[in-house]
């Protein structure tokens, strides 16, 4: 596996910003960045249904699409990934192992997990980038992502609830550290910075700095999660592929005739292994 990912290193870091691009002109995509679990209440984090279909008898496809799909939609891409090394299919495991990372990153973003996601209901408008953007340009050359070997996750579908879950209890932290801070700062908080032609309002150094440290070592263990929990996705499509040699994937892509016939196959057996089928809807969105 590493041998195959670190060849295509590069495309996976341009693609893994694809699903945000996608976000204004793919009209189900929005919903996938993130999951309002307030909306639902205060233990909601505790007692919302794990799986989607408990979940839409519980609250219609409508309510949960309205408030957020995050950790479902992880669950379905992992299917996908699956589905994509059974047929061994290069191009597909690629654009699916890049847009992974994106949903399981988001997933370890508190922010991602709340309807103030952007401190919008505590006057702190701006939180958001603050968190995960500014503060990473700013102080990630001194974080440590090595983060040991990939494991396999017997369940992804409740690994996935379990980053949300951890994220979203970190939500109270990342508003309240914030405004006790900002009553400290009132005048010193934001500075004027040039980028390009460009002069913008960006949250001053030693505001950010002083957030940092108070947050302690929050965001650098949020995407050390991230990166450990997008490696276990990854090795544990993989074995429940079957573990497909990828190296007689590196330089060569199987033509769509090779391609169509496996994916048929793929569909024969799903067909005839009826427990597989039943796994896969008790745990995907159908769409
Ligand atoms: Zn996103």
Redesign the pocket.
């Known amino acids: 596996m590493i041998v195959f990912y670190k060849r295509n290193i590069e495309y996976i870091e341009r693609a893994a910003v694809n ?2 691009r996608r ?1 204004f002109s793919v009209v189900d995509e929005a919903p ?3 999951i309002d679990l307030d909306h639902y209440g205060d233990s909601a984090w505790h007692k919302m249904p794990r799986f989607w279909n408990d979940a839409v008898i519980q609250y219609t496809e409508d309510t949960l699409k309205a408030y957020g799909i995050l950790p479902w939609h992880i669950n379905r891409v992992y299917y996908q990934l699956r589905d994509a090394f059974m047929i061994r299919d290069p191009e597909k495991i690629l654009r699916l192992s890049a847009e992974l990372g ?2 399981i ?2 997933a370890n973003v508190p922010l ?1 997990t709340t309807e103030n996601y952007n401190g919008q209901r505590t006057g702190q408008n701006g939180i958001h980038a603050f968190w995960e953007s500014r503060l990473p340009e700013l102080f990630s050359d001194n974080y440590d992502f090595f983060v040991g070997k990939a494991e396999y996750i017997p369940n992804t579908q409740l690994a996935a609830w379990q980053a949300v879950v951890k994220a979203h209890l970190q939500v109270d932290s990342v508003l309240v550290i914030e405004k006790r801070l900002s009553q400290q700062y009132q005048h010193s908080k934001y500075t004027f910075e040039t980028k390009g032609r460009q002069t913008i309002k960006a949250y001053a150094r030693e505001y950010s700095k002083a957030y940092h440290t108070l947050l302690q070592g929050m965001v650098e263990q949020q995407m050390r999660a991230s990166i450990k929990m997008l490696g276990d996705f990854w090795y544990t499509a993989w074995i429940d592929a079957g573990q497909p040699d990828l190296k007689a994937l590196l330089d060569r892509q199987p033509s769509e005739q090779e391609l169509q016939q496996r994916r048929e196959e793929l569909e024969q057996w799903k067909q005839q292994n009826i427990r597989v089928r039943v796994r896969e809807h008790e745990m995907i969105e159908n769409q």
């Open positions: 699903p945000d976000r996938r960045h993130y994106h949903y990153a988001d991602h």
